[in-house]
């Protein structure tokens, strides 16, 4: 009768003590290379004596991609995929 107070101590110091394995992120091999995309949607056209400038803002936001077109009063297409800044 008296050891299962005692082993039930033992069992429950067990369970709640932290883990003594130090935990691992994930490293692939070989990384991946192939470039990623996010949508960039028109922002503002401007024309120039040279052709028109389409600015587009990226949807996760940082610097404007810009397209520019040598033809005058050109319609910028209204969005469209762009390489992610790094």
Same mark, same amino acid.
């Given at each position: 009768?008296?050891?299962?107070?005692?082993?039930?101590?033992?069992?429950?110091?067990?369970?709640?003590?932290?883990?003594? $394995?130090?935990?691992?992120? *994930?490293?692939?091999?070989?990384?991946?290379?192939?470039?990623? *995309? =996010?949508?960039?949607?028109?922002?503002?056209? =401007?024309?120039? =004596?040279?052709?028109? /400038?389409?600015? *587009?803002?990226?949807?996760?936001?940082?610097? /404007?991609?810009?397209?520019?077109?040598?033809? $005058?009063?050109?319609r910028c297409q209204a =969005? *469209?995929?762009?390489?992610?800044l790094k």
């Amino acid at each position: 009768m008296r050891l299962l107070p005692s082993c039930l101590i033992v069992l429950a110091l067990g369970i709640a003590s932290p883990a003594a $394995a130090a935990g691992r992120t *994930y490293k692939p091999v070989v990384e991946d290379k192939t470039p990623q *995309y =996010e949508l960039c949607r028109l922002r503002k056209r =401007e024309f120039t =004596e040279g052709g028109t /400038d389409c600015f *587009y803002r990226r949807q996760t936001g940082g610097k /404007d991609a810009l397209i520019r077109v040598d033809d $005058a009063k050109v319609r910028c297409q209204a =969005e *469209y995929q762009c390489k992610r800044l790094k």
